[in-house]
């Protein structure tokens, strides 16, 4: 059993800057894959970046291409999302994720365990 736990969010105005913590429970989680996941008012949980167990490999989702870095301190079992030059339509709830191991996925109903998700809001 993984619990996760994330913290971070805020308000910021447009361009500016946060960055997401999501704390895990027990040493496992770092041999696990995971990712980043945001939900809006009114729409689908949506992808947002995933890393590799090791941090070897990142992917992301177009939107947060080149604004969004998804890392991962193993020592600290501690994954991160330090997000720049945000903007108004990246207000939502995001919430970190584990699958275990094996592939990278991008889709939330391939997740097993989920944090209780942060808020952010970005003002224009």
């Known amino acids: 059993q993984v619990q996760l736990v994330e913290s971070g969010g805020g308000l910021v105005q447009a361009g500016g800057s946060l960055r997401l913590s999501c704390a895990a429970s027990g040493r496992t989680f770092s041999s696990y894959n995971a990712a980043w996941f945001r939900q809006a008012p009114g729409k689908d949980r949506e992808f947002v970046a995933a890393i590799r167990w090791n941090g070897d490999s990142t992917y992301y989702a177009d939107s947060v291409k080149g604004r969004f870095t998804i890392s991962r301190d193993n020592a600290k079992i501690t994954m991160y999302l330090q997000m720049n030059s945000l903007k108004p339509e990246d207000t939502a709830i995001y919430y970190c994720?584990?699958?275990?191991?094996?592939?990278?996925?991008?889709?939330?109903?391939?997740?097993?365990?989920w944090g209780q998700g942060t808020q952010v809001t970005v003002s224009s």
């Open positions: 994720a584990t699958n275990g191991i094996g592939l990278i996925r991008r889709k939330p109903d391939e997740f097993d365990y």
